[in-house]
């Protein structure tokens, strides 16, 4: 094991004499292990440890081991404690992202303040398998089927080499004190339910399974390697950066023979899902003023452009309708056309569509889910009416109240979606054009 661990650090030049190495340890038998193995290998390390104050005393326990390992054998320590639940819950993640971004964010921070050159991270070749099933179960392209980078920037992993049982075998056999992280049991994480659930069935199927696909993924990294480099030189021609603005040139992507590849690998680290980037794929070839939503950005299909922009924190929960725009599918989807008002357009007595007084309407118009006091003239009749009320008069169940939304404009409510529009935006024989939207449930 320490042979092979050298070997892999020099024919990898994961690091060179002049290095400043920073080790990211838990406490856990992966981290314990790749300390002991730099330590015995001679190279001039510093440990950084994160107490997340997720485990009580166990967390605390942990600490103490790092600690003291590190001041038995004289190893510099930097220690940090994180209230993650806070955190997490302040800043909308999950405990695991929460606890990752704080994490990474302390490391960074330490090298800038002491001058470390690589951080060295303890995954181990099976966390490549379970990284590759968990991004096949999402939904990935090459990049994600590449499993982990053994080096990112600072960052380098020296123990993919080895599989969690031969770390588990040397820690035994070398006394290497480490502590079991009790939450790694639970199933209520994915990871861990392909930990414990997946690849044990993968293995009756082969035994090798883990290792098989951790070569699998290695032979990916080569191959995306290549498809990114030219994704890279697509990338310098077709995408430009106006201040917190992402345009995608629509020309060049409509000449590119892989300009959906080059779409799924750039949209996809913001968050939107297949099926958006295949309506975005298909908006290349049609018309402007399209938009897309993720829960964090949104794209505008111009006339020019594709334009990426981030959502600002009310945009979760209010999503404003230009009038150039033809369709949404987020959070709900809504097709939107203008017509002529003529003896030949019929109104059509669909709850589900919407036909306005263009005229009457100010833009842009604004989507968001109805709320308490919320009120409205229901078309047909005279009076104000709460929209609590009207959706207990309709015999809304409670599940699908929580699903409803209005359209307004300038704060008057134009159509509950789905049920009713206001009477005040009705077509009438002096309407001269109609907007008219669609729901599609």
């Known amino acids: 094991m320490q042979s092979n661990f050298v070997d892999f650090i020099r ?9 400043e190495i920073l080790l990211g340890v838990s406490g856990g038998v992966d981290s314990m292990v790749m300390l002991t193995l730099f330590r015995k290998a001679g190279f001039k390390v510093s440990v950084a ?6 485990r009580s005393d166990e967390s605390d326990g942990d600490e103490q081991l790092v600690a003291y390992e590190c001041e038995i054998n004289g190893i510099n320590l930097h220690r940090i404690k994180f209230e993650t639940e806070s955190y997490a819950e302040e800043h909308k993640l999950s405990i695991q992202v929460a606890a990752r971004n704080l994490r990474y964010d302390f490391f960074n921070r330490l090298c800038v303040d002491f001058g470390y050159t690589k951080i060295a991270i303890a995954h181990n070749r099976d966390d490549v398998a379970e990284t590759v099933i968990f991004n096949l179960t999402r939904g990935t392209g090459l990049k994600g089927l590449s499993g982990i980078k053994m080096i990112n920037g600072k960052v380098i992993r020296p123990l993919l080499f080895a599989s969690r049982d031969d770390i588990t075998r040397y820690a035994v056999q070398n006394a290497v004190s480490y502590r079991d992280d009790s939450s790694n049991l639970s199933t209520k994480y994915a990871r861990n339910r392909i930990r414990h659930n997946v690849l044990p069935e993968l293995e009756q199927l082969n035994p090798s399974a883990k290792k098989a696909i951790a070569e699998t993924a290695n032979h990916v990294h080569e191959s995306w390697s290549l498809v990114e480099d030219y994704l890279s030189n697509l990338k310098a021609k077709l995408v430009k950066q106006e201040n917190n603005r992402i345009l995608f040139d629509i020309q060049g992507l409509s000449n590119e023979k892989y300009s959906k590849l080059f779409l799924f690998e750039e949209l996809g680290a913001y968050g939107f899902s297949y099926d958006t980037l295949e309506q975005v794929v298909a908006s290349i070839h049609g018309q402007s003023g399209k938009i897309f939503y993720s829960s964090s950005h949104q794209l505008l299909r111009d006339r020019e452009f594709i334009i990426l922009t981030e959502r600002k924190e009310t945009d979760h929960s209010i999503v404003q309708i230009d009038k150039d725009c033809k369709s949404m599918n987020y959070p709900i989807n809504l097709r939107f056309d203008l017509f002529e008002n003529s003896d030949s357009f019929a109104i059509q007595r669909d709850s589900s569509i919407a036909a306005l007084d263009f005229d009457k309407l ?25 929209v609590s009320d009207f959706l207990i008069d309709q015999k809304i169940s409670l599940v699908e109240k929580d699903q409803i939304y209005v359209l307004t404009s300038k704060d008057e409510i134009v159509w509950v979606v789905g049920k009713r529009i206001d009477d005040k935006f009705k077509v009438t024989p002096e309407t001269k054009s109609i907007w008219q939207s669609t729901f599609n449930n």
């Not at 024919?11 to 290095?19: G, H, K, T």
């Not at 440890?49 to 997720?54: E, G, K, M, T």
């Open 11 to 19: 024919s990898n030049n994961l690091v060179s004499a002049s290095d």
């Open 49 to 54: 440890h994160c107490n997340f104050s997720l």
């Open 362 to 386: 100010t833009f842009p118009l604004k989507l968001r889910p109805w709320q308490p006091g919320d009120r409205f003239m229901p078309f047909g009749m005279d009076k104000f009416k709460k």
